[in-house]
């Protein structure tokens, strides 16, 4: 027998002797901090897919037909939910199974935004859930039962990176509380209105918010009554982030004092996957515990 004919015969021998294993379910994360807990839940078994990834907010956002494409041969599109991705919603329209909208799963416990003094343009659900690590444990619990109903063979291992991955994000709420806990009560300005979960969570003072939807120019009256609260004293820090243009902020702190932190809702900055969402809240809390505990 000739030497490529033996190899031949040993690659085919090799084929037949490994059982047939069914490829990884394709799945589809909307924004980078659903992705990181999805590939948390998915560990060992595949790797999901980031839909926005790069420096692009969800506010702002509109489909390719490559991205479009991606969402059609995606088993199972997990995503927030049509306050933030609208984009999905017509995508996704009958797609049943094959979607798992976060914000109708009741242990999400999804919520309106708080009316605050702005009123009007604050209804509607706020979809910002990924920020509070408790409302997570609930997002990787809905993950990992909708895994393993359409990949069953995986979901022993699903499970057991559910538990242990649950685990670390109540591990990381307790971090958090004792890291916040110093400023709980001191007011603050966001950029735009996506902390109020976390601010719940964690007994924080959100004063206000240069904008509800970060796509549209903060109005007169809003930039009017955050100036006064500045010029009064009533809040030190404002925070700016790294999707959106900050001139508004650093106007309303010149020559006043101001200090201005920078918070990041999706983690821009950072290498998607499993970490990512860990690295992404403890960046946020630092963040939030310099500047508002800083003196002055
Ligand atoms: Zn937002």
């Known amino acids: 027998m000739r030497l490529t004919s033996i190899c031949a015969a040993i690659a085919m021998t090799a084929i037949a002797a490994t059982p047939a294993k069914a490829d990884p379910p394709r799945v589809i994360a909307s924004i980078a901090p659903l992705h990181s ?28 037909p490559s991205d479009a494409r991606r969402i059609a041969a995606a088993d199972l599109v997990i995503w927030i939910g049509a306050p933030l991705e609208s984009f999905l919603v017509k995508l996704l329209d009958g797609a049943g199974e094959r979607q798992l909208n976060l914000l109708a799963v009741p242990d999400v416990d999804a919520m309106p935004f708080d009316a605050g003094d702005d009123g009007g343009d604050t209804a509607g659900i ?3 859930i990924w920020l509070d690590p408790v409302r997570a ?6 993950v990992e039962k909708r895994l393993s109903q359409i990949d069953p063979e995986n979901a022993k ?4 990176n559910a538990a242990a991955l649950s685990t670390r994000l109540a591990a990381l709420d307790e971090a958090i509380r004792a890291r916040l806990q110093p400023v709980a009560l001191k ?13 719940r969570r964690y007994g924080l003072r959100p004063a206000g918010h240069f904008a509800v939807d970060p796509q549209r120019r903060p109005g007169a009256r809003t930039i009017a009554r955050l100036t006064d ?7 030190t ?26 918070l990041d809702p999706i983690g821009i900055d950072l290498e998607p996957g499993p970490a990512l969402y860990e690295t992404l809240l ?7 515990a310099e500047c508002l505990g800083g003196i002055g």
Do not use: W
């Open 137 to 142: 444990i609930a997002v990787v619990t809905a």
């Open 37 to 64: 807990l999805v590939a948390g839940v998915m560990a060992g078994v595949g790797t999901p897919d980031l839909l926005l990834s790069g420096s692009v907010s969800p506010h702002d956002f509109a489909l390719t």
């Open 187 to 199: 007011p603050f300005i966001a950029f735009h209105d996506a902390y109020g979960y976390f601010s």
């Open 126 to 128: 706020d979809p910002h």
């Open 237 to 262: 820090c404002a925070f700016v982030e790294p999707q959106f243009d900050a001139r508004i902020v650093t106007a309303i702190a010149a020559d006043r004092p101001l200090r201005i932190g920078r």
């Open 229 to 235: 609260l500045v010029g009064a004293g009533k809040v």
């Open 157 to 160: 291992t699903y499970r057991a």
């Open 282 to 288: 403890k960046a946020n809390s630092e963040a939030i």
